[in-house]
């Protein structure tokens, strides 16, 4: 399978959330409020040029952002020592075809580069199988926080991998 990752493609980024968001509203499983996911929302100092992309054979399949500085969900953790997973979408198009798996490796990768070798993602408190799909892919539980963004408020699952 190729796989490639670019973080030039904010249009791109941005319809892939929308998709996976759609999807989400569609079968009762809402993540995010859809008029949320907009480059004015989500694309600012701390994300800007860190909006993937991760193209499947040419064809777009997901998004994520990468970030290394996060004073929002991560306050309390020191710039530039773990990156941090946020609004990860894999289109339904891919989906069952272990593409966290060369996510996951490409954000290493991303790590081992800076020295870093720790990354963290927190998900919706209230998604055991999300919860479950993280922990079969090495992250580790750690705490639990309410958040709010967007004018949500969540209980959110934060977890690390350390390696």
Same mark, same amino acid.
């Given at each position: 399978?190729?796989?490639?990752?670019?973080?030039?493609?904010?249009?791109?980024?941005?319809?892939?959330?929308?998709?996976?968001?759609?999807?989400?509203?569609?079968?009762?499983?809402?993540?995010?409020?859809?008029?949320?996911?907009?480059?004015?929302? @989500?694309?600012?100092?701390? *994300? &800007?040029?860190?909006?993937?992309?991760? #193209?499947? %054979?040419?064809?777009?399949?997901?998004?994520?952002?990468?970030?290394?500085?996060?004073?929002?969900?991560?306050?309390?953790?020191?710039?530039?020592?773990?990156?941090?997973?946020?609004?990860?979408?894999?289109?339904?198009l891919f989906s069952g075809q272990n593409l966290f798996a060369h996510i996951l490796d490409f954000c290493r990768g991303q790590c081992?580069?800076?020295?870093?070798?720790?990354?963290? @993602?927190?998900?919706?408190? *209230? &998604?055991?199988?999300?919860?479950?799909? #993280?922990? %079969?892919?090495?992250?580790?539980?750690?705490?639990?926080?309410?958040?709010?963004?967007?004018?949500?408020?969540?209980t959110c699952q934060y977890y690390q991998l350390h390696f």
């Open positions: 399978m190729t796989v490639t990752f670019r973080n030039d493609q904010p249009d791109e980024f941005i319809a892939i959330l929308r998709e996976v968001g759609q999807w989400l509203v569609d079968s009762q499983q809402e993540m995010w409020q859809l008029d949320t996911l907009t480059p004015g929302n @989500l694309i600012d100092a701390y *994300t &800007r040029d860190n909006c993937y992309v991760m #193209y499947v %054979r040419g064809t777009p399949a997901a998004a994520f952002i990468l970030q290394w500085k996060d004073p929002l969900y991560y306050a309390d953790v020191p710039d530039n020592t773990a990156c941090f997973i946020h609004k990860l979408a894999i289109r339904r081992l580069a800076r020295n870093i070798h720790e990354i963290q @993602l927190e998900t919706d408190a *209230t &998604r055991p199988a999300l919860m479950r799909f #993280y922990e %079969r892919h090495g992250f580790k539980p750690t705490y639990q926080k309410q958040i709010e963004e967007f004018g949500q408020t969540f």
